[in-house]
């Protein structure tokens, strides 16, 4: 069997299991079991795959098929500009959040060596991504979850930051007093009831503990929110994501808590996703 016949076979048993980027994805995990590039294996579709290499091909296609996401299956994603490092333990980054990254630098210039701190990094790919463009900002980056920081801290290593960020395993209720110029967080903010309707690479896969926001998907934000009132200076900025229908209840949050609300950004689909709120009182 060549490549060609390969990815057939991949998109076909794919297709059958109702994944809809079946071809995409056939070929990203072909890519992923050749180590070798999508476009060499198309420009090469003729060369004969070894049995070893398809018989690994056959395991990735039948986890692809249990609806786990790719991103996990080849333990990479991209973000921003670059590529992070992601397993079960986080979320997968997503084009959405990097509307917080552009706020952040726009807010910004390559010299500004104010303080950042980023609240449930993750993998930390919004504070990698920013650091890489803004050195000069004294960054902190704290997650209750100590298997989420240590990605995060191996992300940081492999863009060579390690020491540009100070990584914390740490809630933000335990933060002690500090001045913030900036916060930045994408926090968990599903409510449990529509948690069970997610699709099944969700809610199967991707960590309960940064999706689940209590009934009303809110109780994160409202920590995240109080505390900022106390960690940010005056005029310090709240940048952070929100779901769908959610923007109303979180105006009213933060105009009760001397935040003013600059700007409310949609993401692709024209949901409102990224809140920027300045510290008036």
């Not at 333990?75 to 980054?93: A, G, H, Q, R």
């Not at 449930?120 to 298997?147: F, Q, V, W, Y």
């Not at 740490?170 to 903010?189: E, G, L, T, W």
Request: glycine share 4%.
């Amino acid at each position: 069997m060549n490549y060609l016949q390969t990815l057939n076979f991949g998109s076909y048993r794919l297709k059958s299991s109702n994944i809809e980027t079946y071809i995409l994805d056939s070929e990203i995990l072909l890519s992923f079991a050749l180590n070798l590039s999508r476009e060499h294996i198309l420009v090469n579709s003729n060369t004969k795959i070894k049995k070893k290499i398809f018989n690994k091909y056959k395991e990735l296609l039948l986890r692809r098929e249990r609806n786990e996401p790719i991103a996990y299956i080849i333990k990479k994603k991209e973000f921003w500009k670059n590529i992070f490092y992601v397993n079960k333990d986080v979320l997968i980054p997503r084009p959405e959040t990097e509307l917080i990254v552009e706020e952040i630098l726009k807010n910004t210039n390559t010299n500004t060596s104010k303080k950042l701190l980023d609240v449930g990094t993750g993998s930390g790919c919004l504070i990698i991504s920013i650091i890489k463009e803004r050195p000069n900002l004294h960054a902190t980056a704290i997650d209750i979850s100590k298997k989420a920081l240590n990605i995060a801290i191996n992300n940081a290593k492999m863009h060579h930051l390690k020491n540009k960020i100070n990584f914390i395993n740490i809630d933000i209720d335990k933060i002690q007093y500090n001045k913030y110029d900036f916060i930045i967080s994408n926090p968990p903010y599903i409510d449990k009831f529509k948690l069970s309707r997610l699709d099944k690479s969700i809610k199967f896969f991707e960590p309960y503990l940064a999706l689940e926001a209590g009934a009303d998907g809110l109780r994160e934000i409202k920590k995240l929110i109080l505390k900022s009132r106390q960690l940010l200076k005056k005029n310090g900025k709240l940048i952070f994501e929100i779901g769908a229908n959610q923007d109303i209840h979180i105006k009213k949050i933060l105009n009760d808590n001397g935040f003013y609300i600059k700007n409310l950004k949609k993401d692709l689909s024209l949901i409102p996703r990224t809140i920027i709120a300045t510290k008036i009182l």
